[in-house]
């Protein structure tokens, strides 16, 4: 078996703003005997609409793809079709508007697993394989003067086209059909000795000679990273792109147990800083099926960049040519915490993959939790140790959307009718599922920089929320459940019939979601509790972290039980999720929608909350 020591960081060179995203990750089974990383690195058209709000778009849905569908038999597929719906995700974004055609961004993705490494690339990001003093560029170059090349080394030499730059893309993400995946279904096999290299193209500035020195010359995956950042710099290149770089070392078991620096799933957007402490800046991500409609800081950009940048389709076939159109800041400043918190680290957010196993805490935080629900919302209780609950009172509703709506998994719209039933106001937070695996025995999800007592409790499946209900029950005496697909629906709108239940517009300020403009960093969760409560008394509905649901997920609402049980039958394996999440675009936090994950899967966007029907 090998090991792999694994970092990675950016730069924006000469660019204003950054359009680069990279996310370093962790994969695993639920039952632990098969781990793998995964890297992935996509790189923002510059000067193009929202070309960073493209990349981390393309970063966080490969992401969730492939964490849904890992392990499997068939990776290479998983990774192809990965990439796939990376691509989607932007081509719903401009179906809804038009504005942000010419957006994209390419990617290349690696997993490395026990002794091999796997990948997906679209554009002319690299895979690096440096090896007995040698480096060799693993995946293709979807560049002219990659196909230019190629079409040399199969003898068949081909004169360059007139005023075609031999940087300019033959494929990309962008929305429209995908010319050319790289994605070998054989995988590379690794040894003791290698190292990866994946970066963006602003590693061009370095000759594969400077490169090559650079990995001989620094021992850890972090010292390679900062060097070779620090070479780009140095050099001092005019217009210097953006540039991300990530290095894996390979080693052997028998040596010390390496570090992997980042394991929580999160998309990282690094703005300019000398290495080796890059400053991390907020930045937007939307996911696939989650990429719906502008709010007003989206519709703002559209016009800026209809503005300013326009020429979009030229400056694409010329994108190494042409000085970057400044790109709108479409992040937000975080907002400061209240002052009785302790602002989270961001060198927290790094967890050790070598570190052993945590006991459990025997006395977890206890926190109370505020604020309480306004006046003329239902009565609220709590159950020992128990998360605090609020009475949903009994009514009829019209469940999923009409038949005029493109989401066909959202139809029929059909009447429900409900009995008396109550709700955790609040997402089940971090501080109360301490309780329970303390009381257990089990493992507390790790999440870094997440680990606010007041933060939602996220990387627990749908079995672990399961498990946290049944030991609930036992504890208070009382019928603790997962909500069905209905009980959550009906909480959710709480009387309201529009998209959202403060109306048909996402607004500004009313949740925690990619475009809610809330001054809060858009690539976690926040602590529960910070917005206002619908009608009903219940918290963050719509967005924070999506919530698992009992429900097996059914493509469709036909033969769906009218009393608010859960939906039976269906495809077991995969379980239904609701909310949308911090990451989640407008079509993605909307009442009626609806999403569906392998019941064993955790992420950083997936918590839950719970009913009481007794």
Same mark, same amino acid.
């Not at 680990?451 to 990387?459: L, M, Q």
């Given at each position: 078996?090998?090991?792999?020591?694994?970092?990675?960081?950016?730069?924006?060179? *000469?660019?204003?703003y950054q359009?680069?995203?990279? %996310?370093i990750?962790?994969?695993?089974?639920?039952?632990?005997?098969?781990?793998a990383?995964?890297?992935?690195?996509?790189?923002?058209?510059g000067?193009?609409?929202?070309g960073n709000?493209?990349?981390?778009?393309?970063?966080q849905?490969f992401?969730?793809h492939?964490t849904s569908?890992?392990?499997?038999?068939?990776?290479?597929?998983?990774?192809?079709?990965a990439?796939?719906?990376?691509?989607?995700?932007i081509?719903?974004?401009v179906?809804?508007?038009?504005?942000?055609?010419?957006?994209?961004?390419?990617?290349?993705?690696?997993v490395?697993?026990?002794?091999?490494?796997?990948w997906?690339?679209?554009?002319?990001s690299?895979?690096?394989?440096?090896?007995?003093?040698?480096?060799?560029?693993?995946?293709?170059?979807?560049?002219?003067?990659?196909?230019?090349?190629?079409?040399?080394?199969?003898?068949?030499?081909?004169?360059?086209?007139?005023?075609?730059?031999?940087?300019?893309?033959?494929?990309?993400?962008? &929305?429209?059909?995908?010319?050319?995946?790289?994605?070998?279904?054989?995988? %590379?096999?690794l040894?003791?000795g290698?190292?990866?290299?994946?970066?963006?193209?602003?590693?061009?500035?370095?000759?594969?000679?400077?490169v090559?020195? @650079?990995?001989? #010359?620094? &021992?850890?995956?972090r010292?390679?990273v900062?060097?070779?950042?620090?070479a780009v710099?140095?050099?001092?290149m005019?217009?210097?792109?953006?540039t991300?770089i990530v290095?894996?070392?390979?080693?052997?078991?028998s040596?010390?147990?390496?570090?992997?620096?980042?394991t929580?799933?999160?998309?990282?957007?690094?703005?300019?800083?000398?290495?080796?402490?890059?400053r991390?800046?907020?930045?937007?991500?939307?996911?696939?099926?989650?990429s719906?409609?502008?709010?007003?800081?989206?519709?703002?950009?559209?016009?800026?960049l209809?503005?300013m940048?326009?020429?979009g389709?030229?400056?694409?076939?010329?994108?190494?040519q042409?000085?970057?159109v400044? %790109?709108?800041?479409?992040?937000?400043?975080?907002?400061?915490?209240?002052p009785?918190?302790?602002?989270?680290s961001t060198?927290?957010?790094?967890? =050790?993959?070598?570190?052993?196993?945590?006991?459990?805490?025997?006395?977890?935080?206890?926190?109370?939790?505020?604020?309480?629900?306004?006046?003329?919302?239902?009565?609220?209780?709590?159950?020992?140790?128990?998360?605090l609950?609020?009475?949903?009172?009994?009514?009829s509703?019209?469940?999923?959307?009409?038949?005029?709506?493109?989401?066909?998994?959202e139809?029929?719209q059909?009447?429900?009718?409900?009995?008396?039933f109550?709700?955790g106001?609040? =997402?089940?937070?971090?501080?109360e599922?301490?309780? @329970?695996?303390?009381?257990?025995?089990?493992?507390?999800?790790?999440?870094?920089a997440?680990?606010?007592?007041? #933060?939602?409790?996220?990387?627990?499946?749908?079995?672990d929320?399961?498990?946290?209900?049944?030991?609930?029950?036992?504890?208070?005496?009382?019928?603790?459940?997962l909500?069905?697909?209905a009980?959550?629906?009906? *909480?959710a709108?709480?009387?309201t019939?529009a998209n959202y239940?403060?109306?048909?517009e996402?607004?500004?300020?009313?949740?925690?979601?990619?475009?809610c403009?809330? &001054?809060?960093?858009?690539?976690?969760?926040?602590?529960?509790?910070?917005?206002k409560?619908?009608?009903?008394g219940?918290?963050?509905?719509?967005?924070n972290?999506?919530?698992?649901?009992?429900d097996?997920?059914h493509?469709?609402?036909?033969?769906?039980? &009218?009393?608010?049980?859960?939906?039976?039958?269906g495809?077991?394996?995969?379980?239904?999720?609701?909310?949308?999440?911090?990451?989640?675009?407008?079509?993605?936090?909307r009442?009626?929608?609806?999403d569906?994950?392998?019941? =064993?899967?955790?992420?950083d966007?997936?918590g839950?909350?719970?009913?009481r029907v007794?």
């Amino acid at each position: 078996m090998l090991t792999f020591d694994i970092a990675g960081a950016q730069i924006d060179g *000469a660019r204003d703003y950054q359009e680069d995203a990279f %996310l370093i990750t962790r994969l695993s089974d639920p039952s632990g005997e098969r781990t793998a990383s995964l890297v992935v690195v996509a790189d923002g058209m510059g000067g193009h609409a929202a070309g960073n709000v493209a990349s981390n778009m393309a970063v966080q849905t490969f992401n969730k793809h492939l964490t849904s569908n890992y392990p499997s038999e068939t990776l290479s597929s998983v990774l192809r079709e990965a990439a796939l719906q990376a691509n989607n995700s932007i081509t719903e974004t401009v179906r809804e508007t038009a504005a942000l055609k010419g957006m994209g961004c390419t990617l290349v993705a690696t997993v490395v697993e026990a002794q091999s490494l796997r990948w997906v690339s679209v554009g002319d990001s690299h895979l690096y394989l440096v090896r007995d003093r040698e480096i060799k560029k693993q995946n293709a170059d979807h560049s002219y003067g990659g196909f230019l090349a190629r079409m040399a080394e199969q003898g068949k030499p081909i004169e360059p086209e007139a005023g075609f730059s031999r940087n300019m893309l033959m494929s990309a993400l962008t &929305g429209d059909e995908i010319a050319d995946i790289d994605c070998p279904e054989t995988p %590379l096999e690794l040894r003791a000795g290698d190292r990866l290299v994946i970066a963006s193209d602003g590693l061009d500035t370095l000759s594969h000679g400077k490169v090559l020195t @650079f990995m001989d #010359n620094t &021992g850890s995956a972090r010292d390679c990273v900062d060097a070779l950042l620090k070479a780009v710099q140095d050099a001092k290149m005019p217009r210097q792109d953006n540039t991300t770089i990530v290095v894996v070392v390979v080693g052997e078991k028998s040596s010390p147990a390496p570090k992997v620096e980042p394991t929580v799933t999160r998309l990282t957007n690094v703005a300019s800083a000398p290495p080796p402490s890059p400053r991390v800046a907020p930045m937007p991500i939307e996911t696939s099926d989650e990429s719906g409609g502008p709010g007003k800081l989206i519709i703002a950009v559209i016009l800026a960049l209809v503005l300013m940048g326009g020429g979009g389709y030229w400056y694409w076939q010329h994108r190494s040519q042409t000085a970057p159109v400044p %790109l709108p800041d479409l992040t937000v400043p975080e907002q400061p915490p209240a002052p009785a918190e302790t602002p989270p680290s961001t060198a927290s957010a790094v967890e =050790e993959a070598s570190a052993p196993p945590q006991a459990p805490t025997e006395k977890p935080p206890v926190v109370a939790l505020e604020p309480t629900p306004t006046a003329g919302t239902g009565t609220t209780f709590r159950d020992g140790a128990g998360p605090l609950m609020v009475e949903i009172p009994p009514g009829s509703f019209l469940m999923g959307s009409p038949d005029t709506a493109a989401e066909f998994n959202e139809r029929p719209q059909h009447a429900v009718k409900l009995s008396k039933f109550a709700i955790g106001v609040y =997402e089940v937070t971090i501080a109360e599922y301490g309780r @329970f695996a303390a009381a257990t025995g089990r493992r507390m999800p790790k999440a870094g920089a997440l680990d606010h007592p007041k #933060n939602p409790v996220v990387f627990t499946s749908w079995n672990d929320a399961l498990n946290y209900t049944q030991w609930l029950s036992k504890n208070t005496g009382h019928d603790y459940r997962l909500p069905s697909e209905a009980q959550w629906e009906y *909480a959710a709108r709480a009387g309201t019939t529009a998209n959202y239940w403060w109306g048909r517009e996402l607004g500004e300020g009313h949740a925690h979601c990619f475009a809610c403009e809330t &001054g809060l960093d858009s690539r976690v969760p926040t602590k529960v509790g910070r917005f206002k409560p619908n009608p009903f008394g219940v918290y963050d509905t719509v967005g924070n972290v999506q919530e698992w649901v009992y429900d097996c997920y059914h493509d469709n609402y036909n033969g769906a039980p &009218g009393d608010g049980s859960v939906f039976e039958g269906g495809d077991c394996r995969q379980r239904v999720v609701r909310g949308g999440a911090f990451s989640s675009g407008p079509k993605g936090l909307r009442a009626t929608a609806r999403d569906k994950l392998r019941a =064993e899967s955790a992420n950083d966007s997936l918590g839950f909350r719970v009913v009481r029907v007794d």
